[in-house]
């Protein structure tokens, strides 16, 4: 692999065009905030930006919209938790903030982000620590971006599954959005169940 040291915890990413975009990450010594891009499948890499200007951090939420345009936000450095969303379109060359303070969704890394079939922006989950630097708080809301991450709006309160990070979530061929798993970091948890919502994650229902 091209960087020196292992990584964790970064976003991988596959544009329309079929690259491969890699943003972030924990490389066993620190946090990062550089992109890498693969234009074969993985089997070479290359460096295309190494100063962003989004703070290093790892554990962000990311997708590739229908034009290539690649949104991220949240994530953690380690101490910080961020609610900042940035854009990229030119895979990661060069990357613009978007949306940030005075945020409408709190600080969260490790939250779950898809696409629907709307083409609008499904954030769910996470977990963050309200601005505060104790008390971390596992969500179990749901928040929506109808223009490219520039804006959000709480569909759900409380989703009705447990608060969790590390969920998978994905968009089923019918429409649905499905939401598998994940933990819960206070009380220490781990699910295995399924959710999904129809209705861009203003209800949920058990699968």
């Known amino acids: 692999m091209p960087w020196s040291l292992g990584r964790s915890s970064g976003t991988m990413l ?10 972030s990450g ?3 010594a620190t946090t990062t905030n550089d992109t890498w891009i693969s234009s074969d499948e993985g089997v070479s890499w290359t460096i295309t930006n190494i100063s962003p200007g989004w703070a290093k951090r790892q554990t962000t939420g990311a997708v590739v919209l229908s034009d290539n345009t690649i949104v991220m936000n949240g994530g953690i450095d380690g101490a910080n938790y961020y609610n900042d969303t940035w854009k990229s379109v030119n895979k990661g060359v060069t990357w613009s903030r978007i949306f940030g303070s005075p945020p409408t ?3 969260r890394s490790a939250h779950s982000v898809v696409i629907a079939n709307d083409s609008s922006i499904i954030m769910a989950g996470g977990y963050g620590n309200r601005g505060k630097t ?4 596992t969500y179990n809301n749901t928040w929506r971006s109808t223009d490219n991450g520039s804006t959000w709006t709480q569909q759900n309160g409380s989703g009705g599954w447990q608060p969790r990070s590390y969920a998978a979530i994905t968009l089923a061929k019918n429409g649905d959005i499905l939401l598998v798993g994940g933990q819960n970091q206070s009380p220490d948890a781990t699910y295995n169940d399924t959710w999904k919502t129809s209705d861009y994650g203003a209800t949920w229902k058990f699968v």
């Open 105 to 107: 969704w709190n600080n």
């Open 26 to 28: 924990f490389d066993a």
């Open 134 to 137: 104790t008390n971390l708080t």
């Open 14 to 23: 596959a544009t329309k065009s079929g690259k491969l975009v890699i943003i």
